[in-house]
């Protein structure tokens, strides 16, 4: 039997590794995101000049902003954009060296090389746009532009989500929905723009330091629409130079991902979930209100930097709770998937202390895992069934004969037919 390239297994690999190491990432940069919403609200962004007080007394910054700082307030600030370039470089190695080191030993999913290495990209390109950002700064306005400030948070919010999304799928037992119906009842695409749009613009209030206009809510300076929202020609301009506008443009986005969050956790009520389901569909609405809260607060508290950085903290959770929820209302648990093996045995062996579970349709050829495939007598050293994952030596799966399996230890559990379809399983430590 010919092996199928895109079908083959690497025995190898460790799923659940790479996705922890994964998660390590994520909480790396939601540190460092907050680190670098502080490091904006304090204006330090631009205080690495050079590590010496004097050549950042020549910046404009300094001229224009700063002048007669004193070196201790210096330092300040100088520490703060310190520790977000640290932070950064060390979340690169942490990505780097791991990943070289899990693709060294097959430990990464073949159909996950090209992802990590493009995440590993986009990473890379994250650290140029940063530095293209500070750029902006170093000239004759002492800010950074507001358009390369959304386009650097937009950039590290897609790697996050990008690693959070690969993470889930190699951490949770669960497969693609059979019936559509409730993934299409789902709104997670929408809500998915809705989060990123608001988030851009909270960048744009951010770079144009629009967070100390018109400090009340739910009014802006006694009016529901305040003037002077098109006062910028072309009007274009007005929705991302214009302060007042990016505010009020914000604060719409912001109730409107409210309520639609909320719309959508109350239409799915009445729907059969996993218990998954309910969760993702609670912790969505209800980061989506801490978000808004956390918000207000920020506006009525004219921006201090210790909320604001929460703020932007609580942008990042709420967009993982968006991508958390369309991941799992598109899948089910593993366990409630019907097996359509005839006669299929599953195995719950107790290998070195490790309980072995189900985990997916594919087979597995590792030493320390249980396979095993259909109850008619097949031999490690014969073909695998066509419509098995495993095919030719990679297929080698426990051999079941007349309702017994041929094991070393443990026991198995019986599983009801289903179907006349015979599958082969993997099983996978926790």
């Not at 506006?299 to 609580?314: A, E, I, K, N, S």
């Amino acid at each position: 039997m010919t092996q199928t390239p895109d079908r083959t297994i690497d025995a190898r690999a460790r799923p659940r590794a790479v996705g922890w190491w994964l998660v390590s990432c994520c909480v790396v940069l939601l540190t460092l995101i907050m680190v670098g919403g502080a490091t904006r609200l304090t204006e330090s962004g631009l205080s690495i000049v050079d590590s010496e007080f004097t050549r950042y007394q020549e910046s404009p910054q300094y001229t224009d902003v700063n002048r007669g700082m004193s070196l201790s307030e210096f330092k300040v600030i100088f520490w703060f954009e310190f520790m977000h370039r640290l932070l950064a470089r060390l979340l690169g190695l942490w990505f780097a060296l791991p990943l070289l080191w899990f693709w060294l030993r097959g430990a990464i999913p073949s159909r996950l090389r090209w992802p990590l290495l493009g995440i590993l990209a986009l990473g890379g390109a994250q650290g140029y746009l940063g530095w293209f950002m500070v750029q902006s700064g170093l000239v004759d306005v002492p800010r950074v532009s507001p358009y390369r400030l959304a386009a650097h948070l937009s950039l590290a919010l897609i790697v996050y989500a990008l690693m959070l999304r690969v993470a889930l799928g190699l951490l949770l037992t669960r497969t693609k929905i059979e019936t559509k119906e409730l993934a299409r009842r789902w709104p997670g695409r929408i809500l998915l723009i809705l989060v990123a749009v608001t988030i851009v613009f909270g960048a744009f209030v951010a770079g144009l330091r629009a967070g100390y206009m018109y400090n009340t809510f739910p009014l802006m300076g006694g009016h529901w629409v305040p003037p002077g929202l098109l006062a910028l020609e072309p009007a274009w301009r007005n929705i991302f130079e214009n302060p007042m506008t990016v505010q009020f443009v914000h604060r719409i986005l912001g109730l409107t991902t409210l309520t639609f969050s909320l719309w959508a956790w109350w239409r799915m009520r009445a729907i059969t979930q996993d218990r998954a389901q309910i969760l993702s569909r609670h912790a969505l609405a209800l980061m989506a209100m801490i978000q808004v809260t956390l918000g207000i607060c920020t506006l009525l508290w004219v921006v201090p930097v210790w909320l604001g950085t929460v703020h932007q903290g609580g942008a990042v959770l709420l967009l993982s709770a968006v991508v958390a929820a369309g991941y799992f209302w598109k899948t089910q648990a593993i366990e409630s998937r019907s097996l359509t093996a005839p006669g299929i045995w599953l195995a719950q062996l107790t290998l070195g202390g490790t309980r072995v579970v189900d985990s997916s349709t594919r087979c597995s050829v590792q030493p320390n895992r249980v396979h095993f495939a259909r109850s008619t007598s097949v031999g490690a050293d014969e073909a695998a069934p066509k419509n098995c994952w495993c095919h030719s030596r990679l297929w080698h799966c426990e051999r079941l004969r007349n309702g017994r399996s041929e094991r070393r230890a443990g026991e198995a559990k019986r599983i009801p037919p289903q179907a006349e379809e015979s599958r082969c399983l993997r099983l996978r430590a926790r």
